[in-house]
């Protein structure tokens, strides 16, 4: 009888993608997959198999997040660089909106500094200065993580693969411009009905946004999918992440950038 083939690389990405798409679909989690997937890169060239399997269906990519750039929220997942993921317009809810909470597996809040941009960045390497040029106005955001991982049991490669833990977003309905406004120095305070659950501030964020920013334009500059005119950057957690229940509601304050509501049915 013949021995059956070893899997090849490309193999191996598209059985982990599946199974990822599996249980969003679902809702129904599945055991850590850093076992089956070498290294970071071969976890985004998961995550890119089913970017591109949402695209054919007509989703719509309009921005991305970076995820893990809050020491405290690295030190809540073991993990000790940032990653990004995909957002998409069936992600996005209005400030106050209800979000139904079912959509999710296991779904954890987290403040954020969302920049909307007015020009694309797709240069190879990208300044500060390119990257304020290139901000339309800021928002306070919030984003709901959810990871298709089994009780949140994640190390990098895990995350990454899963589209960097995506799960929604909500941003605030006022803008912002950016001219005399530090977003290092943005304080945020976010609340779980009406009892305070996350604080912190813009440097907590790879030390201000900005640098998350330019991380980002940065590293999307070097795929398919650079930062273009338009899109929305979450620019990564203010503070640590909050768990959320149905019938939650989320406030979040940033100073200088006003609020935002999420609302869990």
């Not at 129904?28 to 695209?55: G, W």
């Amino acid at each position: 009888m013949r021995e059956k083939s070893p899997m090849t690389s490309d193999e191996v990405r598209d059985e982990v993608a599946d199974t990822l798409w599996a249980a969003g679909e679902t809702r129904t989690a599945c055991a850590p997959i850093r076992d089956r997937v070498a290294d970071v890169d071969a976890a985004y060239a998961v995550q890119s198999v089913n970017t591109e399997r949402r695209l054919k269906a007509g989703a719509r990519l309009v921005g991305r997040k970076i995820g893990l750039t809050s020491a405290a929220v690295q030190r809540q997942l073991g993990v000790d660089r940032p990653d990004f993921g995909m957002l998409f317009a069936d992600m996005a809810y209005g400030d106050g909106a209800p979000i139904p909470a079912d959509r999710f597996i296991r779904p954890r809040a987290e403040a954020e500094v969302a920049l909307v941009l007015k020009d694309d960045l797709t240069h190879g390497e990208h300044t500060v200065a390119d990257v304020i040029r290139a901000v339309d106005f800021a928002l306070a955001a919030i984003e709901i993580v959810d990871s298709r991982i089994a009780a949140w049991d994640i190390r990098l490669v895990d995350t990454v693969a899963d589209n960097a833990s995506s799960g929604a977003f909500v941003l605030g309905a006022t803008p912002y411009s950016l001219n005399g406004r530090d977003l290092r120095l943005a304080g945020m305070v976010m609340t779980r009905n009406g009892r305070e659950v996350s604080t912190g501030a813009g440097a907590a964020c790879l030390g201000h946004p900005l640098n998350a920013a330019v991380w980002l334009a940065d590293t999307m500059a070097r795929t398919d999918h650079p930062l273009r005119a338009g899109d929305v950057v979450l620019t990564g957690a203010l503070g640590p992440m909050a768990d959320v229940s149905p019938g939650d509601v989320f406030d979040a304050r940033i100073s200088g950038l006003g609020s935002v509501r999420a609302v869990f049915t």
